[in-house]
């Protein structure tokens, strides 16, 4: 029986998470030539291409240094305020991508954010741009697998280290960390894979700054296919050597941890540096992350003392159709985790446990990557060309819901096989000898230890679902809340702001709408999950 | 080395009261142990010490110097927990030498610690093993000459014998004694486990529900137990309710029920005053026949165990009331399932406690 499940979820990524994203890169095989026989496309594409790595290798790295701290003052701090804290840091994560893109535009470059303090815009559309996008949206990746890690810790450890003589840095970092290896690496992998895929809001920030997904952006826009398959091949077979060298070396990379320097450590472990770093990190999240996140819905206090609130809330004109799709997107993303965790779970385990060896799990790990890693673009292509040609007779709506399932599926899987991966074996075997069954294995034992990381995951999917923007407007005609947004709220808006059917108002009232409620809704589910014991 | 002292210290977790405002002097060199139930606040008293947790209220000593603000790693503490807590990621030699190396020892010095302790603990071959593939036993030693390593004056060690077997547990509890003895340490041991407890300690507390019911040698408590719960919890006891018939200079009558009288030696009590009586079952004579002497009561055998080295009789007395004896398998003659029996004992084996306000089984049960 056991194996059975196995196989099925391994059948179910093959056909309904994998295949679909690289099916257009497959069939247009061939266009590819078209790239190659042109040197000067060839090398723009591949310094397009390098521009994406190293974007994405700074902004994972950066993530990694700001988003565990923060992960950390989450779990360790003893104030109930930081399950709001913890709540959001998820916005860039709620907000539609597209809409985010433009939020930190207004921010960062328009004369009414933060230039309106220095006189000339403070951060011009480019690379600069390009890597404060790339650091919001990810942010919350590494932020959101580094809580689901830490909360499932095994504190003991830590304890025996300070007993031992080791400051709360050395501990940490000697530890904790070396411990969590597995959980750092999942999000650095996932932040990498976000940065490197992400193409809506970028297009909005880069100014002439051109990497892999901008690219196959302005080619589609000239009528060619071959920078597509070539820019989104390249891509995803550089980032899967680099995540099957991850995950075959990550367990052999000696991190330094084991060095230490008592003396500065000790310093370093001092309740006002403490203090400092727990500031540091809060501004780098207000000012980099949640400010220039929640900038576009600014406007909506205008919205509220303008009148517009009663309309909006009585549904007339245009919020007609707006709470339609919140209504759409909330259904979507709520059955896409549901479904995502069923079909995840025994991916995660396959991983953890290299149920299949460890040279077929490093290539199955590396694979439920690659949805992440195509460019949002050509996902959008190929999930279309996979079911709108071939699967038209089928409800709309499953066509978005499978289409999401591609995009939030490796989520789950990176956060919870990492999570899996650190209970040890010898637990289950107890289960097993104790007469427990497979599922009662997971149940009584797997869970309840790795739960806060399946809640984590949960929340990375939903709210990915939630503000998924690009692929879904290829792929079907409904109006998602952030389709709606981008398509016949924002892009009209950026246009022409005199004709567009919305004022910047409505935009910011809209977006703020969408902003609380996910907030809400992800911090009740929140303080349920943990109850009333914190952490 | 370093004595100990916790005053007034006070813990609470939400309603829950771990630690009730305990005051207690450990004194230097000593192996001290908690002995208590499950749930009692004797892991939260020696985590409180290591600074694990913080007081509420009162003040920790180690030495002359107040730790309360102290984190643990400038304690001079060795921590052994009950799931050994070694680093799963390092091999047995980097957990042994970690504290050395954190604390900033040079690289030979760390070395020749990890040696001394590892000789110690007689696992000097097994330097490359990772934690999962020691017994149980070897994590033990392990997470122990971790502790000694790192230079600790204090040795605090949460029930560090739980996870191991009945025969290495009897060898292990011996070790880490000599060790601390020879390494003249001052020891802190938690456990529930009385006979360990009175096997190694110099002195024990017993704990319940957050409080210290009793501070003795282990011959003191279980010779002279100050309260129904220790009579109860350090060794066997019998109990029979009554009441106090008369004080005189030389002792009392106690009235059992079914009107039983017994003597004993106990003056400070008051007459009409509900008692209870504790008798260790080693101490009771048992007779076959009906014959009756001072402080002797009829009974007969309802049950018969063969403990090895023991034989135990359940005795139902006349007044319905039972009692349990304990004599050695070896030494007497056995006697049978429904036989009738006179049970005796001498009037200064008996302690007399008031009767608990919260009645017998509650003041006994120990979870």
Not at chain 1, 94 to 104: E, K
Not at chain 1, 305 to 315: Q, R
Not at chain 1, 413 to 421: L, N
């Amino acid at each position: 029986m056991k194996n059975i499940i196995y196989i099925v979820s391994i059948a179910i990524f093959l056909v309904l998470i994998l295949f679909p994203p690289i099916l257009g890169i497959l069939i247009k095989w061939g266009s590819m030539q078209d790239v190659l026989d042109q040197p000067d496309l060839t090398s723009e594409a591949l310094s397009a291409i390098s521009a994406s790595f190293a974007v994405a290798f700074f902004v994972s790295f950066i993530d990694i240094a700001a988003g565990v701290p923060m992960a950390w003052m989450i779990t360790r701090g003893k104030s109930r305020w930081l399950n709001i804290l913890d709540t959001l840091a998820d916005i860039p994560f709620i907000v539609p991508t597209a809409a985010l893109g433009y939020s930190l535009l207004l921010f960062w470059s328009d004369p009414q954010g933060i230039s309106s303090l220095f006189g000339t815009p403070f951060v011009s559309t480019g690379w600069l741009l390009v890597i404060l996008l790339h650091f919001t949206f990810s942010f919350p990746v590494v932020v959101r697998v580094m809580v689901g890690a830490l909360l499932d810790y095994k504190l003991e450890y830590e304890q025996a280290s300070r007993t031992l003589g080791a400051a709360p840095l050395t501990a940490a970092r000697t530890v904790t960390f070396a411990i969590l290896k597995p959980s750092l690496i999942a999000s650095f992998t996932l932040a990498l894979a976000r940065s490197l895929s992400e193409t809506g809001a970028t297009m909005m920030v880069a100014g002439a700054f051109v990497n892999g997904p901008i690219f196959i952006q302005k080619h589609i826009g000239l009528g060619q296919e071959g920078p597509l398959v070539f820019v989104s091949f390249v891509l995803i077979a550089l980032s899967s050597l680099i995540f099957v060298m991850i995950r075959l070396l990550g367990s052999k990379l000696k991190l330094p941890f084991q060095k230490v320097w008592p003396r500065t450590e000790r310093k370093l472990s001092n309740s006002t540096v403490t203090s400092s770093r727990n500031g540091i990190t809060l501004l780098i999240f207000l000012i980099i992350v949640l400010i220039p996140s929640l900038f576009v819905a600014i406007p909506a206090f205008e919205a509220i003392f303008g009148g517009v609130l009663p309309e909006a809330l009585s549904g007339v004109g245009v919020w007609g159709d707006y709470w339609q799709s919140i209504a759409l997107s909330y259904f979507v993303g709520t059955v896409v985790t549901l479904l995502n965790i069923v079909i995840g779970l025994p991916m995660a385990i396959i991983i953890a446990r290299r149920k299949i060896g460890n040279g077929p799990t490093a290539i199955l790990d590396m694979l439920v990557n690659i949805p992440i890693i195509v460019p949002s673009v050509a996902l959008g292509a190929s999930l279309a060309i996979f079911w709108k040609e071939n699967f038209a007779f089928f409800p709309e709506i499953w066509l978005l819901i499978f289409a999401h399932l591609s995009i939030t599926y490796p989520y789950f899987v990176r956060s919870m096989s990492a999570a899996v991966e650190r209970v040890s074996v010898e637990l289950e075997e107890a289960g097993r000898t104790l007469g427990a069954k497979p599922l009662g294995v997971f149940r009584t034992i797997i869970f309840p230890l790795t739960k806060y990381s399946m809640f984590s995951g949960a929340i990375m999917m939903f709210t990915r679902s939630v503000s998924e923007t690009g692929a879904t407007l290829v792929v079907s005609s409904l109006k998602t809340a952030p389709v709606l947004l981008a398509r016949s709220w924002v892009l009209p808006y950026i246009e022409d702001p005199i004709n567009a059917p919305v004022s910047r108002a409505e935009i910011g009232l809209g977006c703020g709408f969408l902003i609380l409620l996910s907030f809400v809704i992800l911090l009740v589910l929140r303080l349920i999950a943990r109850g009333k014991a914190r952490y | 080395m370093p004595d100990v002292r916790l005053v007034n210290v006070k813990k609470t977790y939400g309603k829950i009261v771990a630690v009730d405002g305990v005051s207690l002097h450990v004194h230097e060199k000593e192996y001290f142990s908690l002995l208590g139930p499950s749930g009692c606040g004797k892991t939260t008293m020696l985590r409180l010490i290591a600074g694990l947790v913080q007081p509420d209220e009162g003040e920790i000593y180690i030495g002359d110097r107040l730790v309360n603000d102290v984190p643990p790693e400038d304690r001079d503490i060795g921590f052994v927990f009950q799931t050994f807590a070694l680093f799963p990621h390092m091999n047995a030699w980097d957990n042994v030498t970690y504290g050395p190396r954190v604390k900033g020892f040079d690289m030979k010095r760390a070395e020749t610690i990890g040696h001394e302790v590892l000789e110690m603990v007689k696992l000097h071959e097994r330097l490359d093993a990772y934690p999962n593939e020691l017994s149980g036993g070897m994590m033990q030693r392990i997470a122990v000459a971790r502790a000694l390593a790192a230079g600790a004056k204090l040795l605090l060690l949460d029930e560090p014998l739980g996870q191991l077997d009945a025969k290495v547990r009897n060898e292990i509890r011996y070790e880490i004694r000599r060790m601390t003895k020879d390494l003249e340490l001052t020891a802190i041991h938690v456990t529930h486990d009385q006979s360990e407890a009175m096997a190694i300690s110099d002195r024990i507390a017993v704990i319940k529900k957050g409080r210290i019911l009793q501070v003795g040698t282990p011959m003191e408590l279980y010779m002279k137990p100050q309260s129904v719960f220790v009579a109860h919890f350090i060794g066997e006891s019998n109990f029979l309710e009554g009441y106090v018939s008369t004080v005189s200079k030389r002792g009392s009558t106690i009235v059992l029920r079914g009107g039983i009288k017994v003597e004993t030696v106990q003056k400070d009590i008051e007459e009409g005053e509900r008692v209870v009586l504790a008798i260790r079952p080693g101490t009771l004579l048992i007779e076959r026949g009906t014959k009756k002497n001072k402080n002797s009561i009829l009974g007969i055998i309802e049950r018969t165990t063969f403990e090895g080295t023991d034989i135990r009789y359940e005795v139902r007395l006349e007044n319905q009331d039972m009692l349990v004896v304990v004599k050695p398998s070896l030494m007497e003659e056995w006697l049978d399932i429904g036989e009738k029996v006179a049970v005796s004992f001498s009037p200064s084996r008996l302690h007399v406690f008031a009767y608990p306000k919260e009645g017998l089984r509650e003041e006994v049960a120990v979870e």
